[in-house]
């Protein structure tokens, strides 16, 4: 058999780190894998969620306090009266979301739980670091990197794009409705059409795949049609109430170092060997900011 | 427990038609659902392309000889002679890709097939029907529609966008390495980077979800460790060569319709109840043309 190498050259994953031979113009991947120490930041273990699936996979979130305060409040106060234990996905709808929810809507709230919280959909850009971008966006004045995260922004107010692996709040018609008892994640094309619509608390760092990769519901929208089809959740955990030990050691590339100006700016204008018609621009979602679990010396 | 319908009135899916309650403000599954019979073309049974995975789930692709017509005759030749019955996916990488190849690269090549392609990345807009998009595109000048695809455009020159969906040839690093016989979708964000870099031999209109819901490849780029974790593939055909009895009767929106200027409209400025922020405007791979299995008396 021959072989075939299709691609190599061109693919890129924030999470795999794909090792290509080295060039002169390095890819997006070796830059990512030769950012020294310095441009990867800790995510602390209260702003990281931890969600565990019943057959043991898990997937590590990090939470977007900045944007989405009150909504952020509620799901920690959720994860901290265990009323995510016995939860469920209940919808998978291809090229969109995949949605769960609380084991019990009918369950007391938590002390202190905002049970209609305001529309957390943007936020003023002071307070926030903040780089624009050269690109134009079709969904926003401009686009641009926020405190670590990719945001649209008109005026004076930004807001986090919603994004593949973005995790948002499910809601009703009324836009106070969304409590965080339902919470979603994209799995396919940005649908950005939810921007300012939807409260978005955080962002899949890892496990990602656990969730892409669901059977897709045959149901309405994505729907199970079965609850015997829905996916159980063993539990969401605030990795800050699990002992040190256990807390997954996360970073995020830092957004204001050389690496992450060189990873964008190679993303934009590929000057690998392999393209031949760079394209030179990219879309917001299509730069997803890198994250890796911290090695430790016994690795 | 509550009835919660988060998300009910924005969610869309160009192949499930969500039906949702109607307003004075149509949302875009509302147009399509209503669109009359002549917003519909048939697709001919020459430009479809069937893929029956082992365990019998069939994937419906539309092929685009418009763009890469070489590569697409090469396909077709696979396809009659047989090499793909016993092919497989090897590879599967989270917002990326799913990419299958032949049964045995060593196999003789079947009369006509063209060993070296040349590149058939972009084309003359000249002699498609061509319409361009008002909202800017990070990875063109201008995005548009020609006859039925979304595309980028540069001067006289328009290629196919590598969306959601869209099959193109793999490659090795020159440019006339890919000859068809290992062929990729995209399962994840656009990754338009590939735009004019890879052939595009067209698109999935049916059966998405067996290919994007496959696990992940834990390998680098998601390449399967073991052949044992490859999906086995029984064949593909093209329709013409079925029974006219056993052919999918595959319907795409004219894009020259009222029907797709309204739901391309709608899909920019969403004003159905749901949205308190429209965008105004939509990027180019996040309005997908609609598509659907012609209905007949006997459903």
Not at 51 to 76: Q, W, Y
Request: aromatic content about 8%.
């Amino acid at each position: 058999m021959r072989c075939f190498l299709p691609l190599i050259a061109l693919l890129f994953s924030s999470s795999t780190m794909a090792a290509t031979a080295p060039s002169s113009a390095p890819s997006p991947a070796e830059i990512v894998d030769a950012a020294p120490a310095t441009a990867w930041r800790d995510v602390a273990p209260e702003r990281l969620l931890i969600m565990k699936l019943a057959d043991g996979d898990r997937v590590v979130i990090e939470l977007a306090p900045e944007f989405a305060p009150v909504h952020v409040a509620n799901v920690v106060r959720l994860a901290r009266s265990h009323q995510w234990d016995g939860g469920a996905i209940t919808r998978v709808q291809d090229n969109y979301v995949v949605q769960w929810r609380v084991h019990d809507e009918a369950s007391p709230l938590p002390e202190g739980f905002m049970a209609h919280p305001p529309a957390e959909y943007d936020r003023p850009l002071k307070g926030l670091d903040y780089t624009p971008l050269p690109y134009p966006d079709p969904y926003a004045a401009e686009s641009g990197i926020a405190s670590g995260w990719l945001v649209g922004r008109e005026g004076a107010q930004i807001w986090p794009a919603q994004c593949y692996g973005v995790v948002g709040v499910g809601r009703d018609m009324p836009p106070d409705t969304g409590d965080g008892r339902e919470l979603y994640v994209v799995n396919g094309e940005a649908p950005r059409q939810l921007d300012r619509n939807l409260a978005v608390v955080g962002r899949v760092l890892e496990g990602m795949e656990h969730l892409s990769a669901l059977p897709r519901g045959t149901g309405k929208l994505g729907f199970h049609t079965d609850p015997r089809q829905d996916v159980p959740i063993a539990s969401m955990t605030l990795a800050a109430d699990l002992p040190a030990a256990l807390r997954p050691a996360m970073q995020v590339m830092r957004t204001d170092s050389q690496s992450f100006h060189d990873y964008l700016a190679a993303r934009a204008a590929r000057r690998d060997p392999f393209f031949v018609h760079p394209t030179g621009g990219v879309s917001l979602c299509n730069m997803p900011v890198p994250s890796r679990e911290k090695k430790t010396q016994h690795d």
